[in-house]
């Protein structure tokens, strides 16, 4: 599932997948609010190092707990490309993927957040994007680590370009159904 947040890492879109996965509706999860679906536990983790990636303006990987809507857990992995803007390349935000972990890949893993190189875990279902500018979105973020890790990077400006203006896209959905509210 997709996200993007602005400058301070507030969320400004998820994904609708984030509410079959956590039972929290998107309006609820904006902002702050997606915190409330994160283990207790793995809380600090996961605030502190969303903090550090927006103060340095780099990419984040998280692992961590969410709370489904039975109140069960479940792994995840998570982390965000910077976006800069057009003008002045100022950083506003981050463009970033949550994936919900195979059962059987989470049984010696701990919580943990790195500001690192993003680079997005195999699919699982229950977090695969369902409509297509997320999936967009999703293969973008994939070509992003694939770029950075087998050359051509030449063309990470075009690409970071393209996952700029897609999230702002997304970010525009949630503008719209909040006035229309």
Known sequence: ?????????????????WTTLTGQEVADALGLGWLDRVYSDDRTIVAETMAAAVRRGEEFSVRYRLLKPDRTLRWVGAGGVPAFGMLGHNFIGYFGTVTELAAGATDTITAYG?????????????TMPNCRLDQVADHLLLAHSLI??????????????????????????????????
């Open 1 to 17: 599932m997709i996200f993007v947040t602005d400058a301070v890492g507030a969320c400004v879109y998820t994904s609708p997948e």
């Open 114 to 126: 790195k500001i690192e190189r993003f680079v997005p875990p195999a699919p699982h279902p229950n």
């Open 148 to 181: 950075e890790s087998d050359g051509g990077k030449e063309a990470l400006p075009d690409l970071r370009s393209a996952l700029f203006k897609i999230g702002r896209a997304l970010a525009a959905r949630i503008e719209v159904k909040e006035r229309l509210n």
